[in-house]
C-alpha cells in the first residue's frame, strides 16, 4: 500500500467529515471555567469563608457517596438507582426476508440505556461488509430520538457464503420516565438497496424484576498499600492547586495518590450479595524512574491477590467497571472477589513496565544557506541512557535534515529515538527514523526530520532523545480487610 | 504566544493557554478520533474531555517538550477504548478464517495501485470498518499522524517489534478487504 496515497485517502475522508471551523473552545471553557473561580477565590482570602463552605459541602457528598445502595448488572455496569431501573418486557426477533434482527436486552437507568442487539443470518460475501453501516436510534414518542453515546461497532469472520451471526451493545441516553415504549429504528440491515430497509422494532419497558439487578452497596475503601522507593529525583513539579470539580464519584479525575506516591490505589469496593468489588487503579505520581505504560486491556498487569494465610484467592476481572477513558500514567482495574475468603486481603504487582528517556542536546552550524545533499561529518560522541553513540553525520535532504549515529550491540532493540531541532516545532513536518543491526558489531541509526516551511539554518541546537521501555520491579502492595459482619 | 508559553499560563491557571492549545490541536485531534470512532460527535466529546483532562493534569507536563504527541496519544487511547468497551467481536479473527484471508492477499497485489479514486476511498473506509478499534489506531497512527514505527512504539509503550507486528495485521487485513471488493 503506498503510503502517500493512504494518507491522501484518510486526509480526505477526515476532511470531508470533519469540518475545518469546527470549535470545541465554548464547550471546553464551559467546562473547566469553575476551576478559574475557584482560583480566583483562593487568591482572595477574603473569600475564604465561601471556599470553606464549599468544602465541607463536599466533605458532605463524598460521606454521602459511602454506604449509597446502587446496582450492578453483569456486562451492564453499575447502574444508578435513583430512579426506578426498568428493562424490555421481552426480547423482541423481527424476520424479514431472510434476515432476523433480535434485540436481546435493554436496560435503562438514571444515567444511560444499555442495549444489546444481534443481526443472524448475514452472509459473509467477498464483495465485503454483509451489513449496512447505518446507525440504529431509539425513537420516542412524537417523534424525538437518541442517538448512540458509544457502541455499534464490532467486526466479523467466518466461511464465505456461510450465515453468520452478528452481536453487539450500544449506549444511549437514558429513557425519560414516563416513556414506556420506543422504538428501536434501523435505517437498514443488509448493504445498502441489497434487503429489506426501515426497520421499526417496537419495544415495551417494564420495571425490571425484583432480583434483575444485583443489590450493591458502596463501602469504605480503607486500605494501606506499600511501595518500593526508587533513588530517581521525581520530576518537579511547579505548583499543586487543590481545586474541587465535578468528576464522576466513581472515577476521581486525578488519580489520588497512595500516601507513599507511586502505587495502588483503592478508589472504590462495591459490596454484592456473595463478592465485593474493588476498584482502583495503579497511579504514576511521577516518582518512578520512568513513566508507568498505562494499558486499555483489564488483563495486562494482574497482580497476585492472597488472604490472611498467604494462599493466593481467585478473582474475576470486571471490565465492565471502567472509565471509559484510560488515562495516560494510570491504569484502572476492577476485580470481583468472592466474600467467603478470609481477610485481609492483600493484592501484590510484581512488576509494571515503564518507559524511561534521556535527552542530549548538542550544537550543529549548517550556515546560512545550506544545499540538499550537503553533508557535515561530526563523530561526537554522546551517552544516553545507559548506552553510548556517536553521532557521525548531518545532511541536508529535501525540506529537512538527516543525521546518523551509531551504537555498539549492547544496545537492545525496542529502543527508539526522537529528534528535534531546539525552537523549530511549531513548523515541523514529520520525523521518522531507521536501525540497520546487520553489522556484527555496531548499530547505525538514521534519525531525519523535515519542516512544511523551510527548514532552520544558522547555528542549531539538535536535541535527540532516547525512549526505552523497561519492566521495572516492585513489589507494590495493597492490602484491603473487608468489613465484619 | 507560543505552545511553551501557553503551558506555561496554563499551569498557572490562566484558560488562555488552554484556548491556545484547544485552537492549535483540535482539528487534527477530532480528525484522528473520527477515524477510529467513525462518529464525530463522538470524536468532538472525546477529545472535549481530553482536553479537560489535560487541562487537570498539566502540572505534571514539561512545557519543553512538543505537546501534540502527548494529547494525540490520549486522544488515541481514548477513542480505542471508547470502541472496545460497547463492540462484542464475534470473530473478527485472523486465526478462524486465516487460510482464506492468506488466499486473498495473495491475489491482493496491486491493490496499491488502485487507491486513486472517490470509489476507492470509500472502499478502504469501509474496511476500516473492519478492523479491530486497535488495528485503526495503527493505521491512523502511520497513515493518517505519518509517525514512525518507533514513535508509534514510543507513544504506545510497546516494542517495536509488537507495533510492526500490528501494524502488518492491520495492513494485510486490509489488503483482503480491498481485494474482496475489488473481485465483487
Given at each position: 500500500?503506498?503510503?502517500?496515497?493512504m494518507?491522501?485517502?484518510?486526509?480526505?475522508?477526515?476532511?470531508r467529515?470533519?469540518?475545518?471551523?469546527m470549535?470545541?473552545?465554548?464547550?471546553?471553557a464551559?467546562?473547566v471555567?469553575?476551576?478559574?473561580?475557584?482560583q480566583?477565590?483562593?487568591?482572595?482570602?477574603?473569600?475564604?469563608?465561601?471556599?470553606?463552605?464549599?468544602?465541607?459541602?463536599?466533605?458532605?457528598?463524598?460521606?454521602?457517596?459511602?454506604?449509597?445502595?446502587?446496582?450492578?448488572?453483569?456486562?451492564?455496569?453499575?447502574?444508578?438507582?435513583?430512579?426506578?431501573?426498568?428493562?424490555?418486557?421481552q426480547?423482541?426477533?423481527i424476520?424479514r426476508e431472510?434476515?432476523?434482527?433480535?434485540?436481546?436486552?435493554?436496560?435503562?437507568?438514571?444515567?444511560?440505556?444499555?442495549?444489546?442487539?444481534?443481526?443472524?443470518?448475514?452472509?459473509l460475501?467477498?464483495?465485503?461488509?454483509?451489513?449496512?453501516?447505518?446507525?440504529?436510534v431509539?425513537?420516542?414518542p412524537?417523534?424525538?430520538?437518541?442517538?448512540?453515546?458509544?457502541?455499534?461497532?464490532?467486526?466479523w469472520?467466518?466461511?464465505?457464503?456461510?450465515?453468520?451471526?452478528?452481536?453487539?451493545?450500544?449506549?444511549?441516553?437514558?429513557?425519560?420516565a414516563?416513556?414506556?415504549?420506543?422504538?428501536?429504528a434501523?435505517?437498514?440491515?443488509l448493504?445498502?438497496?441489497?434487503?429489506?430497509?426501515?426497520?421499526?422494532?417496537?419495544?415495551?419497558?417494564?420495571?425490571?424484576?425484583?432480583?434483575?439487578?444485583?443489590?450493591?452497596?458502596?463501602?469504605g475503601?480503607?486500605?494501606?498499600?506499600?511501595?518500593p522507593?526508587?533513588?530517581?529525583?521525581?520530576?518537579?513539579?511547579?505548583?499543586?492547586?487543590?481545586?474541587?470539580?465535578?468528576?464522576?464519584?466513581?472515577?476521581?479525575?486525578?488519580?489520588?495518590?497512595?500516601?507513599?506516591?507511586?502505587?495502588?490505589?483503592?478508589?472504590q469496593?462495591?459490596e454484592?450479595?456473595?463478592?465485593?468489588?474493588?476498584?482502583?487503579?495503579?497511579?504514576?505520581?511521577?516518582?518512578?524512574?520512568?513513566?508507568?505504560?498505562?494499558?486499555?486491556?483489564?488483563?495486562?498487569?494482574?497482580?497476585?491477590?492472597?488472604?490472611?494465610?498467604?494462599?493466593?484467592?481467585?478473582?474475576?476481572?470486571?471490565?465492565?467497571?471502567?472509565?471509559?477513558?484510560n488515562?495516560?500514567?494510570?491504569?484502572?482495574?476492577?476485580?470481583?472477589?468472592?466474600?467467603?475468603v478470609?481477610?485481609p486481603?492483600?493484592?501484590?504487582?510484581?512488576?509494571?513496565?515503564?518507559?524511561t528517556?534521556?535527552t542530549?542536546?548538542?550544537?550543529?552550524d549548517?550556515g546560512?544557506?545550506?544545499?540538499?545533499?550537503?553533508?557535515?561529518?561530526?563523530?561526537?560522541?554522546?551517552?544516553?541512557?545507559?548506552?553510548?553513540?556517536?553521532?557521525d553525520s548531518?545532511?541536508?535532504?529535501?525540506?529537512?535534515y538527516?543525521?546518523k549515529?551509531?551504537s555498539?550491540?549492547?544496545?537492545?532493540?525496542?529502543?527508539?529515538?526522537?529528534?528535534?531541532?531546539?525552537?523549530?516545532?511549531?513548523?515541523r513536518?514529520?520525523?521518522?527514523?531507521?536501525?540497520?543491526?546487520?553489522?556484527?558489531?555496531?548499530?547505525?541509526?538514521?534519525?531525519?526530520i523535515t519542516?512544511?516551511?523551510?527548514p532552520p539554518?544558522?547555528q542549531?541546537?539538535?536535541?535527540?532523545t532516547?525512549y526505552?521501555t523497561?519492566?521495572?520491579?516492585?513489589?507494590?502492595?495493597?492490602?484491603?480487610t473487608?468489613?465484619?459482619? | 504566544?507560543?505552545?511553551?508559553?501557553?503551558?506555561?499560563?496554563?499551569?498557572?491557571?490562566?484558560?488562555?493557554g488552554?484556548?491556545?492549545l484547544?485552537?492549535d490541536?483540535?482539528?487534527?485531534?477530532?480528525?484522528?478520533?473520527?477515524?477510529?470512532?467513525r462518529?464525530?460527535?463522538?470524536?468532538e466529546?472525546?477529545?472535549?474531555?481530553?482536553?479537560?483532562?489535560a487541562?487537570?493534569?498539566?502540572?505534571?507536563?514539561?512545557?519543553?517538550r512538543s505537546?501534540?504527541?502527548w494529547?494525540?496519544?490520549s486522544?488515541?487511547?481514548a477513542?480505542?477504548?471508547?470502541?472496545?468497551?460497547?463492540s462484542?467481536?464475534?470473530?473478527?479473527?485472523?486465526e478462524?478464517?486465516?487460510?482464506?484471508f492468506a488466499?486473498?492477499?495473495?491475489?491482493?497485489?496491486?491493490?496499491?495501485?488502485?487507491?486513486?479514486?472517490?470509489?476507492?476511498?470509500?472502499?478502504?473506509?469501509e474496511?476500516?470498518?473492519?478492523?479491530s478499534?486497535?488495528?485503526?489506531?495503527?493505521?491512523?497512527?502511520?497513515?493518517?499522524?505519518e509517525?514512525?514505527?518507533?514513535?508509534?512504539?514510543?507513544?504506545?509503550?510497546?516494542?517495536?517489534?509488537?507495533i510492526?507486528?500490528?501494524?502488518?495485521?492491520?495492513?494485510?487485513?486490509?489488503?483482503?478487504?480491498?481485494?474482496?471488493?475489488?473481485?465483487?
Open positions: 500500500m503506498k503510503e502517500k496515497r494518507k491522501d485517502v484518510l486526509q480526505s475522508i477526515a476532511q467529515d470533519v469540518p475545518e471551523n470549535d470545541l473552545w465554548p464547550q471546553i464551559g467546562r471555567e469553575s476551576r478559574n473561580f475557584l480566583t477565590v483562593r487568591a482572595r482570602p477574603a473569600l475564604a469563608l465561601v471556599l470553606v463552605l464549599l468544602a465541607l459541602a463536599l466533605l458532605s457528598s463524598v460521606a454521602y457517596a459511602i454506604g449509597k445502595v446502587t446496582g450492578y448488572i453483569p456486562g451492564v455496569g453499575i447502574v444508578d438507582q435513583s430512579v426506578p431501573v426498568r428493562v424490555l418486557a426480547p423482541v426477533v424476520k431472510g434476515v432476523t434482527v433480535t434485540v436481546a436486552q435493554l436496560v435503562t437507568n438514571a444515567e444511560y440505556t444499555f442495549v444489546a442487539y444481534a443481526f443472524d443470518a448475514l452472509i460475501s467477498r464483495n465485503g461488509s454483509p451489513m449496512c453501516s447505518a446507525t440504529p431509539l425513537q420516542l412524537y417523534g424525538s430520538k437518541l442517538g448512540l453515546l458509544s457502541g455499534g461497532g464490532g467486526g469472520g467466518g466461511e464465505v457464503g456461510v450465515p453468520i451471526r452478528f452481536e453487539t451493545t450500544a449506549y444511549y441516553p437514558p429513557i425519560p414516563g416513556v414506556d415504549h420506543v422504538t428501536f434501523l435505517d437498514c440491515v448493504p445498502e438497496g441489497t434487503g429489506p430497509e426501515n426497520w421499526q422494532i417496537p419495544l415495551t419497558l417494564i420495571p425490571a424484576p425484583a432480583d434483575f439487578v444485583t443489590p450493591a452497596v458502596e463501602i475503601a480503607t486500605f494501606v498499600a506499600s511501595s522507593k526508587f533513588v530517581t529525583a521525581p520530576t518537579p513539579t511547579i505548583e499543586t492547586v487543590l481545586t474541587p470539580f465535578e468528576v464522576d464519584p466513581a472515577f476521581p479525575d486525578t488519580p489520588t495518590p497512595v500516601p507513599s506516591g507511586s502505587g495502588l490505589y483503592l478508589e469496593v462495591i454484592l450479595p456473595d463478592s465485593y468489588i474493588l476498584v482502583g487503579n495503579f497511579a504514576d505520581t511521577g516518582d518512578l524512574p520512568g513513566a508507568v505504560l498505562s494499558t486499555g486491556s483489564a488483563y495486562d498487569y494482574l497482580p497476585r491477590i492472597e488472604d490472611m494465610t498467604g494462599n493466593p484467592v481467585a478473582f474475576n476481572v470486571r471490565d465492565d467497571i471502567k472509565p471509559i477513558v488515562w495516560a500514567n494510570t491504569y484502572y482495574w476492577a476485580y470481583e472477589i468472592e466474600k467467603s478470609q481477610g486481603l492483600k493484592i501484590t504487582l510484581d512488576e509494571i513496565d515503564i518507559s528517556s534521556d542530549v542536546r548538542f550544537d550543529f549548517a546560512p544557506t545550506p544545499q540538499v545533499g550537503q553533508e557535515w561529518q561530526l563523530n561526537l560522541p554522546i551517552h544516553l541512557g545507559r548506552y553510548d553513540y556517536v553521532i548531518a545532511e541536508m535532504i529535501q525540506d529537512g538527516l543525521f549515529f551509531h555498539g550491540t549492547e544496545v537492545p532493540e525496542g529502543t527508539s529515538f526522537i529528534l528535534d531541532i531546539v525552537g523549530s516545532s511549531q513548523e513536518g514529520s520525523m521518522a527514523g531507521s536501525e540497520d543491526r546487520r553489522p556484527k558489531d555496531i548499530v547505525k541509526y538514521s534519525q531525519n519542516y512544511l516551511v523551510p539554518t544558522g542549531l541546537v539538535v536535541e535527540l532516547l526505552e523497561i519492566p521495572l520491579q516492585g513489589p507494590w502492595t495493597l492490602t484491603w473487608p468489613p465484619v459482619k | 504566544m507560543n505552545e511553551k508559553q501557553a503551558i506555561q499560563r496554563l499551569k498557572k491557571g490562566d484558560i488562555s488552554l484556548e491556545f484547544v485552537k490541536h483540535q482539528l487534527k485531534a477530532v480528525r484522528t478520533a473520527y477515524l477510529i470512532t462518529d464525530v460527535g463522538l470524536a466529546d472525546i477529545v472535549q474531555d481530553t482536553f479537560v483532562r487541562f487537570h493534569s498539566i502540572h505534571g507536563f514539561d512545557e519543553n505537546f501534540e504527541p494529547f494525540l496519544r486522544v488515541l487511547n477513542s480505542v477504548k471508547v470502541v472496545q468497551m460497547s462484542r467481536l464475534i470473530e473478527v479473527g485472523s478462524s478464517d486465516g487460510s482464506h488466499e486473498l492477499i495473495s491475489r491482493a497485489e496491486s491493490v496499491e495501485e488502485q487507491i486513486e479514486s472517490l470509489e476507492i476511498q470509500k472502499q478502504i473506509w474496511a476500516m470498518h473492519k478492523l478499534p486497535r488495528q485503526r489506531a495503527v493505521i491512523v497512527q502511520r497513515y493518517f499522524l509517525m514512525s514505527e518507533k514513535e508509534m512504539a514510543t507513544e504506545s509503550g510497546a516494542a517495536v517489534g509488537t510492526k507486528w500490528l501494524l502488518n495485521a492491520a495492513r494485510e487485513r486490509l489488503r483482503a478487504l480491498l481485494a474482496e471488493r475489488s473481485e465483487g
